[in-house]
């Protein structure tokens, strides 16, 4: 077998959602909405998140913006459906040490195809964009405690 190229591999993967995002349009009746934006980048994602108690029973994503911005929210939106909130925050901790270049992280399969991002953490302007859907997960989370 030849090696997988890891630029390949992030071109393919990342190229993939942004044409094809998952999950994506909206909730008719969502519990929770956060949006984030990157004024660097023109990026912007908004989340809709349909909750069962403490569950991510549904979730919901539209955007604009450069490929890593909506391909990191696709791959994100894939990951958050079935799971707890308690979940949703563990994975926003990996996802955090994954941009900043963990190795361990980029191993982490829990992190699906969002592994591909670890190498963003060369290009410290697109660690925003990569980081935008998890921005507004955060709000979401937020928001969701203050009600
Ligand atoms: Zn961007």
Redesign the pocket.
């Known amino acids: 077998m030849t090696p997988i190229d890891p630029q390949a591999l992030f071109q393919q993967v990342v190229l993939d959602h942004y044409r094809k995002p998952r999950n994506h349009g909206e909730l008719a009746r969502p519990t929770v909405s956060a949006a984030a934006t ?1 004024p660097f ?1 023109g ?1 912007r994602v908004a989340l809709q998140l349909h909750l069962e108690g403490d569950r991510i029973e549904e979730v919901r994503f539209q955007g604009r ?2 490929s ?2 909506q391909a990191s929210a696709s791959m994100l939106t894939v990951l958050l459906k079935g799971r707890t909130t308690g979940e949703a925050r563990r994975l926003m901790e990996r996802f955090a040490l994954l941009v900043e270049g963990s190795e361990e992280a980029a191993r982490d399969v829990e992190l699906g195809d969002l592994r591909v991002l670890q190498g963003v953490h060369r290009f410290p302007a ?1 660690v925003r ?1 990569a980081r935008l859907p998890f921005e507004a997960l955060e709000s979401a989370l937020e928001a969701r405690h203050e009600t």
């Open positions: 990157n980048c990026d913006g450069c890593i911005s697109r964009c």
